[in-house]
């Protein structure tokens, strides 16, 4: 494999096909490259902007490499991909971050193994295969702790609390015998993360720290920056960066920590690739967080991640729709308020279709915006419908 640039008017792969395929896809697309991205679905978010969508399992060894002998360069949008479809992938085409760190990062044992390797904070925690280990591991930890299955988990899935003992057996039914990992619960002031990017020789950026808010698991909304103290700041931002060299990792990451009431930071997940809380670096920052994982991907410079004002994120979720079509009017009717739709075709609750950006002088009058705004899209819809 070259270590030459991949420069524009080449063609990039990305495997994934959701919101944040798309999103690099639009940024991939604007500097010049061709997109092909390859999942099981069909008229996807990243689907709807590429030049080419293929439609295939990731199992299919065969599908995959056909895709990678087409591209330059291959990237992801997501974690959860089979180890043997990134080694696939790496036969034909540069693949960025490499699948090692892939590996490490979509099973939450091998995460934690990591992490503790390199004497990273995080929450104490026991790893368990059995009835027998939860109940150590309840014993050792103290309730209340939460379940956590040790792979395919995000948004909250895969997790159960426990607040006693004798929930153990059915902690244990719930999660089917899959391999998990015991965290003891932590009492946090707030949950913040960094996103950071790594490139090829190795230069480092970051966005600074991001204060988050969810609900139901999910990220509902975004400050940027966040309210931490410049110590705090400072040692995310060194944790980031640890992580990503150690890691090895060209391309995005983001690191997700709780933030203690007494101010100490505990990593609580990574993820290699553009992340949800980094969302406002679209419209916020000089080069957002989809077109550095681009310049990574390809071996070019990264990009300056000055933000431009301060900034909020709310996430537009399925529930939004329940009483009909928000009214897209009303939130335009907020000039500093940008939207973001992802074209998938049905909405549900939980599902993340779409997210707002504001950008104000202070961070609060941006929360105040976007959260005005995003409030718009169902007061007038049901104000339409109380009065038919």
């Known amino acids: 494999m070259t270590s030459r640039p991949i420069l524009p008017g080449s063609t990039v792969g990305i495997l994934g096909s959701g919101q944040l395929g798309r999103m690099f896809a639009i940024a991939a697309r604007r500097m010049g490259y061709r997109v092909h991205t390859y999942s099981p679905d069909t008229d996807t978010p990243t689907g709807q902007v590429a030049d080419l969508e293929i439609v295939a399992p990731y199992e299919d ?17 997501f974690e959860n991909i089979p180890a043997a479809t990134a080694a696939a992938c790496s036969e034909y085409s540069m693949v960025r971050p490499r699948g090692e760190v892939l590996h490490t990062t979509q099973n939450r044992i091998r995460e934690k193994r990591f992490l503790s390797q ?83 020789g190795g230069e480092f ?23 931490v103290s410049e110590r705090v700041q400072s040692e995310a931002i060194a944790i980031a960066r640890t992580v990503m060299e150690q890691l ?29 809380s980094g969302h406002f670096t679209f419209d916020a920052c000089v080069t957002s967080q989809f077109e550095q994982q681009l310049r990574a991907t390809c071996g070019l410079p ?57 950008l104000a002088p202070t961070v609060e009058d941006a929360v105040a915006q976007v959260l005005a705004a995003r409030a718009a899209l169902s007061e007038c819809v049901g104000d339409k419908k109380s009065s038919i």
């Not at 950026?205 to 969810?214: K, L, Q, S």
């Not at 990264?302 to 900034?311: D, K, Q, V, Y």
């Open 61 to 77: 060894l065969d599908a995959v490499r056909r895709f990678a002998s087409q591209v330059r360069a291959v990237t992801f949008e």
């Open 118 to 200: 390199h004497g990273l904070p995080l929450a104490p925690f026991r790893e368990v295969n059995s009835l027998a280990d939860l109940e150590l591991a309840i014993a050792a930890l103290g309730t209340p702790c939460i379940l956590k299955t040790a792979g395919f988990g995000y948004d909250g899935k895969g997790q159960i609390k426990l607040y006693n003992p004798s929930a153990a057996e059915e902690a244990w039914r719930r999660a089917n015998g899959q391999e998990c990992v015991l965290e003891a619960l932590v009492d946090f002031a707030c949950e913040v993360s960094v996103v950071a990017a790594r490139g090829v």
């Open 205 to 227: 950026v970051h966005y600074g720290v991001v204060e988050n808010e969810h609900k139901n698991h999910i990220l509902d909304l975004s400050r940027a920056p966040g309210r």
């Open 248 to 276: 090895d990792a060209v391309g995005v990451l983001c690191v997700e920590f709780f933030l203690t009431k007494d101010e100490r930071l505990l990593v609580n997940e990574l993820a290699p690739r553009p992340h949800n």
């Open 302 to 358: 990264l990009g300056s991640t000055e933000l431009l004002r301060p900034a909020a994120m709310a996430n537009l979720l399925g529930d939004i729709w329940q009483d009909g079509e928000p009214d897209w009017a009303a939130a335009s009717a907020f000039p500093s308020v940008k939207l973001h739709l992802y074209g998938k075709l049905s909405a549900r609750p939980g599902r993340k279709m779409g997210h707002l950006t504001a």
